[in-house]
């Protein structure tokens, strides 16, 4: 019941497209939902995050899309760029404590 | 600092001895979270401290983890008689105050520790 599931493991996106990667999750208790982007050598960094009150949150190229009925978020990515490519994670949180998704790596062709 | 600084940023050890790795969390934050990322995985929550006592120690996986906070600032991860499935990335990450949850949270570059 704490698990979040992250898909998909991998994507591959031409410059200018958009990425979409999908979280689920089962606790009903997580208000918090961030979205974190890594790269290599370095700690996760916040990108982006929303608590289950809004069915959408954007900022600048990123949106996050929450469906609080089926228990899933998305993060969407416009205009992907080749510096996006990075692995993302989702995560989700009701105690402070995070937990997080597998990772998709992402990488946008130029 | 104006980061979260861990030391080393490499460490590797012989399989059963004892290591010991430093989060310097950001001035002012006092609460520290360590976690641990496996190649190829999302980092998994170890422990949580508020100032300096563990909040939350769920998830140290077995008695040869062991983390203090004594003075509420830096903090020290140690694993005692390492094996070879310890090697992971340890972050640690600092907030605030930890009441508003995750949301300001800042993690560290992480000390990658290779047990061979």
């Known amino acids: 019941q704490q698990q979040v599931k992250q898909s998909p493991q991998s994507l591959i996106v031409q410059k200018g497209g958009i990425s979409i990667i999908n979280c689920a999750y089962e606790n009903t208790a997580f208000d918090y939902f961030p979205w974190y982007q890594q790269f290599p050598g370095k700690g996760p960094a916040l990108l982006i995050a929303?608590?289950?009150?809004?069915s959408e949150k954007k900022e600048g190229r990123f949106t996050i899309s929450f469906n609080k009925s089926a228990k899933q978020f998305s993060l969407h990515i416009m205009d992907s760029q080749p510096g996006d490519s990075a692995t993302y994670f989702c995560a989700a949180s009701n105690t402070g404590k995070l937990i997080f998704g597998q990772g998709t790596t992402l990488q946008v062709k130029p | 600092g104006a980061g979260v600084s861990q030391t080393p940023s490499n460490k590797v050890t012989e399989k059963g001895k004892y290591v010991e790795l430093r989060c310097d969390p950001i001035s002012g934050h006092t609460a520290l979270y360590w976690y641990r990322q496996s190649l190829g995985q999302g980092p998994e929550f170890l422990i949580y401290?508020?100032?300096?006592?563990?909040?939350?120690d769920s998830g140290l996986p077995n008695d040869r983890f062991f983390a203090v906070r004594p003075e509420g600032s830096v903090s020290t991860l140690k694993i005692q008689r390492t094996e070879r499935g310890d090697s992971a990335v340890y972050l640690c990450?600092?907030?605030?105050?930890?009441?508003?949850?995750?949301?300001?949270?800042?993690f560290g570059s992480g000390t990658r520790l290779t047990v061979v």
């Open positions: 929303i608590r289950p009150d809004v």
């Open positions: 401290f508020q100032g300096t006592g563990a909040a939350d």
């Open positions: 990450a600092s907030s605030l105050d930890g009441t508003g949850g995750p949301s300001d949270y800042t």
